[in-house]
């Protein structure tokens, strides 16, 4: 669902990275106060997690479109709402600049579509209201398909909302709305599967790393250690290897203008459109994952592995640039 720059005009675009920038001042404020360093090293690995599955399309059976994982709720069901997010903005600004996925002037809207929905209303509307009494696979299950198929709907309205205030006339609203929310109900059904897969894993490997269960779940069968080695090698895997079977059909939001407007792209012009295309071509080392001028399967490994430790490297980073978490003063 990452938005290109032509489907957002310069005031949304604005608007939209003001009411992200104000969701991640509010989130770093929140993350200082509950000063946990453990989530440090697991902001880390699970940011370099998404972003190795979001590598991943898959097929969409008979539609001729494919999705992928937005990631949002499955942060946020471990890391909280708002070390979440963080964790979300890291994943989307290193796949707008370093890989060209995703425009520079709509990683407002991306950010707010993708990460705000899963996060905040993932978290704190669906997955800790259902395991505020108890805790089981059922429960987790339930809750990972009912928030990634919640938020990818709010996701998918924001987009189509979003083209509408930017007056793009080629995507009729009611058109639209009605071409992309049912694409995203089945690529939100999938991603509720894949997310509660990752989480059962979680519980059974180090169920306090859940959010909002620390206290009340027993140990688990390997150290903090070892459930993040097994994340991490996890992620260089996908990214560097089974990213070479990722679907080649259209995502959901390129499906859906297709089938509006019979191309998967729409044209913008104008100076802003024109320095923020300048600006992503200067700072995209590897442009939709690939070797510059290259379709070698060689360039996919590479940017799947290479964005994996860039994700790792910014996450773990940011948190001590920004001192998110600090030593506790002992007395």
Not at 95 to 101: E, G, H, S
Request: aromatic share 10%; proline share 4%; hydrophobic share 50%.
């Amino acid at each position: 669902m990452h938005m290109a720059d032509a489907l957002v005009a310069p005031a949304v675009a604005g608007t939209m990275y003001a009411c992200s920038s104000a969701a991640a001042a509010f989130s770093i404020r929140k993350v200082r106060l509950e000063n946990n360093p453990k989530k440090i090293p697991l902001m880390g690995v699970m940011g370099a997690f998404v972003f190795a599955a979001q590598m991943i399309n898959f097929t969409i059976p008979g539609t001729g479109s494919s999705g992928h994982l937005y990631g949002g709720m499955l942060l946020s069901a471990l890391l909280g709402p708002y070390a979440g997010f963080l964790t979300m903005i890291g994943v989307l600004l290193i796949q707008c600049l370093f890989f060209a996925d995703g425009g520079l002037l709509a990683l407002g809207c991306n950010i707010w579509n993708m990460a705000f929905y899963g996060c905040f209303v993932g978290a704190l509307l669906i997955w800790r209201p259902m395991m505020k009494r108890s805790i089981s696979k059922k429960r987790i299950v339930l809750a990972s398909i009912l928030g990634c198929v919640i938020t990818l709907q709010l996701g998918a309205l924001s987009v189509t909302v979003e083209t509408l205030a930017s007056g793009v006339t080629e995507l009729p609203f009611g058109v639209f709305v009605a071409t992309m929310q049912p694409i995203h109900l089945a690529i939100g059904l999938v991603e509720g599967l894949i997310t509660a897969a990752v989480l059962v894993f979680v519980y059974d490997a180090r169920p306090e790393l859940l959010y909002g269960t620390e206290q009340r779940v027993s140990a688990g069968r390997f150290s903090f250690k070892k459930t993040l080695a097994i994340l991490g090698c996890a992620a260089l895997v996908i990214g560097g290897a089974f990213s070479l079977a990722a679907s080649s059909n259209p995502d959901g939001l390129e499906w859906s203008i297709e089938r509006i407007t019979g191309s998967t792209e729409l044209e913008a012009s104008g100076d802003v459109y024109d320095a923020a295309a300048s600006a992503q071509e200067t700072t995209a080392i590897l442009p939709d994952y690939s070797l510059p001028d290259s379709d070698s399967a060689s360039g996919t490994i590479i940017s799947g592995i290479a964005g994996c430790l860039i994700v790792l490297g910014v996450c773990v980073g940011s948190c001590y640039v920004f001192r998110f978490f600090r030593k506790k003063k002992t007395t």
